[in-house]
């Protein structure tokens, strides 16, 4: 694209356009190399009397060629390389008096998707343009839902909103089309279910900002909170896992999410995923990652859901198994900090499954047996190092110096040979030593390598 045509884009000179067109009138039609026409630029820029003269341009020529250049496949429906048309580019900025133009001379343009299935209605909405979304309002009416969503992941601009914690956007969003509020992508979640699979900070954040976890769990928080005063019902959805917003949080270890969820839809407690798992089954089951963020959040998740419903504390999910069969089960991950969630469930109500008793007996045979058999396989690894550290002075000091006098004195190419060979040995020697070597670390540190015992969690 020629740099004048470039710049008059840019800083909407319709003059210096003029100008252009005089010199050659198919100018407009020159492109960027991420083929940008002269109108994609304007329309970023907000060169509103420049992309005027564009579509006065192409309505002329549609009436004196008798073709129509601003169809499908017309100037006005360009696309660059991602797939955006000028009205993508002008909904984005939110340069609501362009969309106005483009829309009003080819209505089909808010349809049009980019490679990612995104409208331009999607653009406005994505990046929160109120004045873009309220022209698309007042030109189109009523738009399907289908507009908002993109074709890849079916995820809407809340989705993406709440995803990236923008509660004015958010907020935007939901004034101008509330029913996008319950709509699920591809996987069948909802902007709520995005909401809770935000993990906590708090274990990322420097001790001498303490701030910064406040405000990213405020955020976020602060978000699910208007997603569920507008509507309840977001507790009960569940995702293409049977999994409901409860689940998600608890499993993330987020205890304010969960405590708010609770407030708004407190039977969702009864909710179970595809392998019959309450959230407090989920709870124990995650309770390592979970204390690993955040030491205080497992017990703090733990006492919700128990103060919820005390019915989770003896459910079974599909294989028969408690909240507390689960914790027992994982005693040797990680023994003080199951200990202490057993005794509160314990504390709780929680029975006893007197089959436990077996199975946690066979789960420490087998795992008695994995270790007798890395102690094994460890001892080989280190006798075969052993071997091949040795054989190479073995060779040395009985045949080389035996035979340095046959060496010295037999053919060069002998020489050659038998010192090639001899270094063939010593670096497929060097090999084996060095994998051994490794191999018994690794096994070593598997088998007597254990994990810092985790400070306590108290009732």
């Keep these: 694209m020629e740099k004048q045509l470039l710049r008059a884009a840019e800083s909407d000179d319709t003059e210096e356009l003029e100008k252009l067109l005089r010199g050659d009138a198919d100018v407009f039609n020159e492109t960027t190399p991420a083929k940008n026409t002269a109108l994609h630029i304007a329309a970023y820029h907000g060169s509103k009397n420049f992309v005027e003269m564009l579509v006065e341009l192409t309505k002329r020529a549609d009436l004196e060629g008798g073709t129509r250049s601003i169809g499908s496949h017309g100037f006005l429906s360009k696309q660059n390389m991602q797939g955006n048309t000028a009205l993508h580019e002008a909904a984005s900025r939110g340069h609501a008096e362009i ?7 080819e209505e089909e343009l808010a349809s049009v998707t980019n490679r990612a299935g995104e409208t331009a209605v999607f653009k406005a909405a994505l990046g929160g343009k109120r004045e ?6 007042k030109l189109l009416g009523a738009r399907p839902l289908e507009m908002y969503k993109r074709k890849c992941d079916g995820q809407t601009p809340l989705h993406f909103a709440v995803f990236n914690k923008h509660p004015g956007i958010v907020e935007e969003i939901l004034r101008h089309e ?16 995005v909401a809770a699979l935000i993990p906590p900070l708090k274990e990322l954040v420097p001790p001498f900002h303490p701030w910064l976890y406040t405000r990213h769990a405020n955020q976020i928080v602060y978000i699910a909170k208007m997603l569920l005063e507008q509507d309840r019902s977001l507790c009960y959805k569940l995702d293409k896992k049977s999994q409901c ?15 708010l969820i609770l407030k708004y839809g407190g039977d969702c407690t009864e909710l179970v995923d595809q392998e019959g798992r309450n959230a407090l089954h989920l709870a124990v089951m995650n309770a390592e990652k979970i204390f690993d963020r955040n030491s205080e959040a497992i017990t703090s998740i733990l006492q919700s859901l128990v103060s919820a419903s005390a019915r989770l504390i003896n459910d079974r999910d599909n294989e028969g198994k408690t ?19 057993i005794k509160l469930l314990e504390t709780k109500g929680a029975l006893h499954n007197p089959n436990m008793a077996v199975e946690v007996d066979e789960t420490k045979d087998i795992a008695s047996k994995s270790k007798w058999r890395s102690e094994i396989i460890s001892l080989n690894a280190v006798l075969i190092a052993t071997v091949t550290f040795a054989a190479p002075f073995d060779l040395i000091g009985e045949n080389i110096l035996r035979n340095s006098s046959d060496l010295h004195s037999g053919p060069k190419y002998q020489r050659i040979f038998y ?26 540190f598997a088998i007597f390598g254990k994990k810092e015992d985790s400070p306590m969690v108290s009732n």
């Design 99 to 105: 969309v106005e133009i483009l829309v009003r001379q």
């Design 132 to 137: 873009a979304m309220e022209m698309f309002e």
């Design 178 to 193: 509330p029913n996008l509020i319950s709509e699920e992508d591809n996987l069948g979640m909802t902007p709520l279910h």
């Design 245 to 259: 917003a409860l689940h998600i949080a608890v499993k993330e270890g987020n205890g304010e999410m969960v405590k």
């Design 323 to 341: 909240a507390l069969d689960i914790a027992i089960l994982n005693m040797d991950k990680d023994e003080p900090l199951f200990f202490e969630i």
């Design 419 to 444: 010192v090639f060979m001899f270094y063939v040995f010593l670096i497929s020697d060097t090999i084996a030593f060095g994998t051994s070597i490794g191999s018994a670390i690794l096994l070593l």
